[in-house]
């Protein structure tokens, strides 16, 4: 469960990094709200999965889900650049996410 609540935090941070991204300075209501929220509900699961969870793996996979999903969404959605070595280097991110679950169990 608290690997599920750790993936679950990971991906609002992604909701809250877009949703900042369209605030402009905190003077648009709504990505304020939903950055606030999702921020907010990101600490939070975060904090019941370290209750169970070593908190430098927990924060390290947190983080990389984070970078990561930020990452693909600008490409995606943002007209971000793509380059190879960009792709290359969000590869590892995932590598290291990946790695560290393995070795946590």
Do not use: C, D, Q
């Given at each position: ?62 983080v990389g889900v984070g970078a990561l999903g930020v990452a693909l969404a600008g490409i ?30």
């Open positions: 469960m608290a690997w599920a609540l750790l993936v679950g935090a990971g991906l609002l941070e992604i909701v809250w990094a877009i949703a900042l991204k369209h605030t402009e300075g905190f003077t648009r209501l709504w990505p304020s709200v939903v950055g606030v929220a999702g921020a907010a509900l990101s600490f939070y699961l975060l904090s019941i999965a370290l209750k169970t969870l070593p908190v430098g793996t927990a924060y390290a996979i947190w995606v959605a943002l007209g971000e650049s793509a380059s190879l070595l960009r792709l290359l280097f969000l590869a590892v991110i995932l590598v290291g996410i990946i790695g560290l679950r393995l070795v946590e169990g």
